[in-house]
Every structure is written in structure tokens, then in C-alpha cells.
């Protein structure tokens, strides 16, 4: 039998296929980079949607993979069950093998059941499969092929063979995309004493919900886009999209009956058991709370390690809502009042380290950025949920909580809303959706990052596109010349092949040519402008941005003239100054990236960038902020290679053997099998597809003008090159003039000069404090001297024009201890305006006096407001003028009172 480790078993998947002729592809990022209709990857087949749509394509036809996965928003959502089952997840790991319009339904059933049954030798009298029973409404069949195949190119019961609806076989990724039918492998786990279900009691098992009977494999037979209104049409080409759980086989494999009790987990629960003192298996409630924890730390630590960032909106919010809820079931159920999430990571590291290498390459920062979120939530976590305590105590036993309300967990303790309701249940009660709805949106609802996906055409317009570049000896690809040296790489004539002549305006023209100069957006750099004209001047169209759709780059703008009748011939003209001055900055990037990854470390790693022909801006991972000295070390190093004016020397090679070699690769980036790599000098070496310089001195000088935080754990560098930096430091030299005349000193002596100008403001706040001091001490001895008796109470009304609301506070501090029965008014200034305070205490209060009172009354003759407690109160007056009349008044409402 073969060897049932975790690494062991992933790598007998791989081999399998890899022996049928399938590329072995990595996994792509956790978080699509290119499609708005996900948060996050949701299945295998997210990195290959644009080949099933027909608007992409690979070097390969069969492919095998494990992807990360997470499932935490919309249809895919599993996050409630996390913890308090077996076998859900929100992150997990998809197998898959993919046939792209190469084999179909044969072989994709017949080989998965020779890995199941042949080499992991699953018994065969547990295996079920289920098939897709047709959907007259949608105008679908049954899928009687695959039930065929099952029945005779297999050696399967054929009893265990069954028809499930669409529901559970028919696979469709969102409301909008590729989708078909598909056939299941379950397993029957056994019942009591092991014995599986046989005959008419299998009803009760298979897609019944239940622990007993699993979903293991699910073979998709891609054969449709779902389109916006609902319909569904045929794509281009048939593939294969299966997909297997790997912690659910790993379970079965390795005789479990639980995913969390194999050695994908076991390592994590031991780590968590060390910080918490508690062990996994040992109580019911503390078991939810380990499943819980290292599900959502594996989860954010993919994330994270992908270069998803934490953030109240999207994706971020998702992530910051699990680390919250892994914190809140550590605290409630583990008793971990610190932050101990992040000392979890390093061990997750270790277990999908050897799948996903980019985890343990940046296990610091995934514990950065956990660590703070942890640290954040803290500070507000108890106070929460002492709140949630008062609002559970008012509500009645199975009742609903006042969405309102509760609403407030969020706003003001930052709770999310799954995390409310889950404190809700499990005290027996349900938050009220309408008020909760009402007042979020009166917060400002949150952004929402999913959405339909939309396409620059429709299948049926691409397949037509298709058909008339192939009817002209074309293939269905813009040709790029960007990258060639000579005038092809900015000017060239060529044949238009779809025209969209836009509003009636013009504006939002799209063109698209058989060959293109204009760079399309890409990896963080913008794409080209310039113009494209008919050769005839019929008309001419001017390109503000350019964009990538699969093989086809499209050029949008604003459009003059008529709109041709077919193919035309046009020049295409980039407008070269603009990219030069983005192709300096682009450079310009590449040489900052390795700068500070020398001066601060190899954990610096890109988060982000934006190479335009302005500026550039540059995102990385850094705990914390540079130094004075490191800025400059930085600059110092960048301009060093670009007075070295080493060649900039771009190849194209293999992706595996770049990677090899130590070429850089950016997380989160999705690299075609070849790759072009940029060589400046030897010294800084990455894979790129964009526009470089020719040789690192063209770059000119580069000026770092802006370093700062965008993010815990992430800071960001803009900075210019070229002309750019020639007048950014002659700004930086006018300001540095001015200021210097301003001050009347020399350039070279500024510093000194504001450093001795902050001395003397420090000195005379110093003075101004030693002088209000001695302004209260001095209205101290005579508000002693003005206190009078009135029935056994200190009472004194008095103006002190010298002192603000401050010094009155200090005064009023003071007064309280010059008797324990006292009923004293003090009036201040503040410019125009009269600052007042009122005190009472002892006998005063005792009697009817109240500081509430008397400032009302101080208001009605001087105007202005104010209010407080009946010990104390204070005000501000606008009519300077009226304080003796205010005195007046005070003073005969004392006697008044307390003679009564």
C-alpha cells in the first residue's frame, strides 16, 4: 500500500496524471487577480475560466494541480459549518486534472476510478457515482453518456450508479460563466459496525447531507457559458474540470472519520494546544473552537502570503471578519485574552509549505499583519462584549435582538455581523435583519466587491470574430510589437479587425487591429496612448487607454470621422514621449524593488505598484517605517546603477527554469509557461512583460519624494526618474529658499534655525504655563477673599477677566476644598466671549442650589449655553458687557434660596 501522508498523498495525485501526459501547473493566487466576480478563488478552475470561455489559451491541453481555495461569500459560503462538523472549510485544497477540448468523459471517469480504486485501493462496493438527470426546463438531457461509461467501462455496481438533478449535478461557478453537467464519486463510510447501505436504503444516503456518505471527486464536463439573461450556450471546445477535496480523501485515506483528525490539521491543534494549555479531543466546545482557529488561520495566512491585505471593504473585510472570529472563539471557549493567532502561522507554514512555498516565504509577514489585526481587535473585543452581555439580558428567552441596536457591535467594537449572530444563537436568540439592514446603510454601507462578470463581448461575438481572422489567414490573437526595436515597436501600418465608433460623441471607441504597437495594461503599468487614422484620413481615432481581452488587445478612446465598412487599413501611432517617460519609471521600479530588498531584507516582497509616465509607486511588505538613512541608502543605491549605465537585457525563457535560477517572481502574479525576463546589469534580474529602458542610464535621476504607510505591515514609496526628478528637486530647492529667507538665515543653517525657533515657542509655553500658574494662585487668594456666609454656606460670585475655561477648571479644582458647604459662580474671558463655571456642594445642594441650574441662568442674561451636573457646570457667554448684571442676579438667587 502506498505510503498516506499528507505531502505523499498530494504527490501520488500529481504523478498519476503526470504519467497521462498532464503539466503539472502551480497553484494560482487565493484571490483572483483578474476576475471581478470573486472575492476569492473558489475551485480549480478559476485560472483557467478565460481558456473555457475561449478567450485565452495555454501551451498545454492537460493539466493537474492543486489550488488553494476559499469559500466564505456568496453560493460556495461554508463558513457556518466550519468547526461544528467534519469536513467543512473555508479554506481547503482542490485536486484537479483538466482536459482543454482534449479528452472528455472516458477518460475523466475511467481514470478516476483507476486512481481510487487501483492505486489508493478504495473498496469498490463503497463507491456510489451520481450523474446529471436532465433539466427540460433549461432544454438539457440527461447525461446518458456518462451514465454509460460508468455502467460499462468500469467495474462499479451498477446499482450505485444514480440521477441527481441540477442541483447537485449540474456545476455552475457563479450566476454567470462556464458551466455543464457533472458526474460525483461519493463514498460510504459505514454505519454502525461498518456495514454500508445496500438497495433501496441507499436513498438515505448519498446527497443526503450526512457525515456517512461524502462527496469525494467531482468530474465537470464543461460544455456551456451561462450568459447574463440566463441562457445558457455551447462554449467553443468541450473540457474537463474535476475537482477532489484534499483534506476529505487525505481523511479516507488515512482511516479517519473526521478531515480535522488527519496530519493536515494534527500539527496545527498540537501548536494551539502548546499556546493555550488545553488538547484537542478532550472537550466538545473547546474542539469547535480548534477547528475554527486553524481553519481561519490557514486561510488568512494564504491570503495573506498572496498579498491580500486586511481592510473594511472586499476581500480585506472578509479576512479581517475571520481572524475576529478565530479571536472571539479563543477568547470565549480557550480563555486567550492576548493575541496568540499569529504564533499559529509559522505551523501552518510548515504544513502547506511544501504544496504552496510562498506561505513559508512569508511567514513573518503573515504573522505582521495577523499580530496587528489580533492586537486592534483586542482593544475593543471585551468592551464588546460586555455590550453584547446588556443587550442578550433585555431580550426575551428565543426572541430577536433590535437589529438597530446590536448594529452598534459593528459600528463601534467592530464585530462583524456572522460573528453577532453567532453570539445571537448561541444564546438562544436571532438578530433582527431589518433594522440591522436599516442602519447599516445609514453608516455607509460597505463596498462590495462581487459583482457580474462582464465582458468586453459576447461568446457569440468572439466566435464570430474568431471565424472572420481565420477566413483571412489570421490568427484569432492581436500581434504585439511593443517589444520590437525600430519604428514596428511604436509605428506600424496594419488591418483593423472590430471597430466600435462609440457614443454619438465618440467617446468609448474600442478598436481592435490585427497587429498593435500600444502596450495594454498590465502588471501594474498602464497602457499606451497615441492615435490610430485610416491611411485615407476617413478617420482617425485617439487612444487614451489600452487593454488586454484573452489573446486580443483593444484600444479605447474617443472617435472622428466615418465608421469603415470591414477591415481597413489604419496607421497605429503610440504617442512615444508618454511611454518613454513610463518606460523610465518602469525600469526605475525594478532597480527601487532590489534596492530595498538589500537595504531592509528579503522579506521585502511587492504588494502593489503603479508605473505610469508621472511617477511610480511602489508597495511592499516592511513592519515598519524607514529611516531617514535608509530612504536616502535606497535612493543612493537606485541612481548608483543608473550611473553605472549597465544594458538592460531582456530574454525569454521557461518560467520553471527562470525560477530556478533565482529570477524574481512576484506573488500573486499569473506568468504564461514563457516568460521575459529584465536584466539590469546582472543586479536586479525579474520576470516582466512590460516596457524598459535600453540601458539603466536612460532612467536618468530618481527621486524618492514620498514614504509612508498604507497598511500595517505594508508601506508605500512613490518616486519619479528623469525630467520629473529634475523638477521635483528644484521645487524641493525653491521651498528650501524661501523658507530660508522667511527665516532669514542660510540654506546650510535652516535647521539650526528651526531648531532654535522651537526652543523659544517651548520656552515661552513654558513661561505662558509658570504665568497662568501664578494668575490662578493669585484668583485663588481672591476668591478666598470674596467668599461670604449665608446660612452656614461659603457663597461668592466673581469675575477674573485674566483667566480662561481652563484656568477656571483649575481654579474651581482648587475651590472645592475651601469648604465642604460652597456655592460659588466664576466668570473668565476668552477674546470676546465669557468662559463661566459653577460649583456646589454640602449644604448648597442640600438646600436647592444646583451648578445646572445656575448656568441656565448665567445663559439667559449673557447668551451662549451650557449644562452639567448639579455638582458642577460650566458655559460660555457672548455678551461681555452683561457679567455685572449675570453677578447681580446669581448672587440674589443665592440668598434667595438658601434663606428660604
Known sequence: MSERTRDAVRQQFFDFFVEREHRHVPSSPVFPQDDPTLLFTNAGMNQFKDVFLGTGQRDYSRAVDT?????????????????????????????????????????????????????WGLPKERLWATVFAGDPASGVPADEEAEAIW???????????????????????????????????????????????????????????????????????MQFNRLDDGTLKPLPACHVDTGMGFERILAVLQGKSSNYDTDAFAPIFQRIGELTGIGYGKDATSDIAFRVIADHVRAVSSAFADGALPSNTGRGYVLRRLIRRAARYGRQSLGMEAPFLFEVAPTVAEVLGAAFPEIRARVDHVQLLLQKEEEAFGRTLGRGLVHFEKLAGTAKPGGALEGARVFDLYATYGFPRDLVELMARERELSVESEGWDTAEREHQEASKAEGTFKQLMTTEELAGLEAFLREKGWEPTTTSTYHEEGERGRRLE????????????????????????????????????????????????????????????????????????????????????????????????????????????DHVTQQGSYVGPDRLRFDFSHPSAMTPEEVED????????????????????????????????????????????????????????GTHVRSAGDIGPFAITVETAIQAGVRRIEAVTGEDAVRWIQEQR???????????????????????????????????????????????????????????????????????LAALRELGTRAKGLSGDLAAVLFGRDGERVPFLALCQGAALE??????????????????????????????????ARVEDATRALQSRMEATLSA
Open 67 to 119: 489550488q488553494k481555495c476559499i469559500r466564505v461569500s456568496g453560493k460556495h459560503n461554508d463558513l457556518e459549518e466550519v468547526g461544528h462538523d467534519t469536513y467543512h472549510h473555508t479554506f481547503f485544497e482542490m485536486l484537479g486534472n483538466w482536459s482543454f477540448g482534449d479528452y472528455f468523459k472516458e477518460e475523466a471517469i475511467t481514470w478516476a476510478w483507476d486512481l481510487l480504486t487501483g492505486v
Open 151 to 221: 455502467r460499462e467501462k468500469t467495474d462499479i455496481d451498477p446499482t450505485h450508479v444514480l440521477r441527481f438533478d441540477k442541483q447537485d449535478n449540474f456545476w455552475e461557478m457563479g450566476e454567470t460563466g462556464p458551466c455543464g453537467p457533472c458526474s460525483e464519486i461519493h463514498i460510504d463510510r459505514g454505519g454502525p459496525g461498518g456495514d454500508p447501505l445496500v438497495g433501496a436504503d441507499r436513498a438515505l444516503g448519498v446527497n443526503a447531507g450526512n457525515e456517512r456518505f461524502i462527496e469525494l471527486w467531482n468530474l465537470v464536463f
Open 494 to 601: 496594419t488591418d483593423t479587425v472590430r471597430v466600435e465608433t462609440g457614443d454619438a460623441e465618440g467617446r468609448g471607441a474600442q478598436l481592435i487591429l490585427r497587429e498593435s504597437p500600444f502596450y495594454p495594461e498590465s502588471g501594474g503599468q498602464i497602457g499606451d496612448s497615441g492615435s490610430i487614422a485610416h491611411v485615407e484620413g476617413r478617420f482617425r481615432m485617439e487612444v487614451e487607454e489600452t487593454v488586454k481581452f484573452g489573446g486580443l488587445v483593444v484600444h479605447v478612446g474617443t472617435w472622428s470621422g466615418l465608421a469603415p465598412d470591414g477591415s481597413v487599413r489604419v496607421v497605429a501611432e503610440v504617442d512615444t514621449a508618454r511611454r518613454d517617460r513610463t518606460r523610465r519609471n518602469h525600469t526605475g521600479t525594478h532597480l527601487l524593488h532590489k534596492a530595498l530588498r538589500e537595504v531592509l531584507g
Open 634 to 689: 535606497v535612493e543612493r543605491r537606485v541612481n548608483a546603477h543608473v550611473f553605472g549605465n549597465a544594458g538592460v537585457e531582456t530574454t525569454l525563457e521557461e518560467l520553471a527554469d527562470a525560477k530556478a535560477r533565482g529570477v524574481m517572481a512576484l506573488f500573486g502574479e499569473k506568468y504564461d509557461e514563457r516568460v521575459r525576463v529584465v536584466d539590469v546589469g546582472g543586479w536586479s534580474t525579474e520576470l516582466c512583460g
Open 734 to 804: 525653491r521651498l528650501l529658499t524661501r523658507s530660508a529667507r522667511a527665516l532669514k538665515t542660510a540654506p546650510d543653517e535652516l535647521p539650526d534655525r528651526i531648531e532654535a525657533l522651537q526652543q523659544q515657542v517651548k520656552d515661552a509655553k513654558k513661561a505662558q504655563k509658570k504665568s497662568k500658574t501664578a494668575d490662578v494662585t493669585g484668583a485663588f487668594d481672591a476668591l478666598r477673599e470674596a467668599l461670604r456666609e449665608i446660612e452656614g454656606v461659603a457663597t461668592c460670585v466673581i469675575d477674573l477677566p485674566d483667566l480662561d
Open 847 to 880: 438646600r436647592g442650589l444646583a451648578a445646572g441650574d445656575l448656568v441656565k441662568e448665567v445663559s439667559g442674561v449673557l447668551g451662549g449655553g451650557g449644562g452639567g451636573k448639579p455638582a458642577m457646570a460650566q458655559g460660555q457667554g457672548l455678551d461681555a
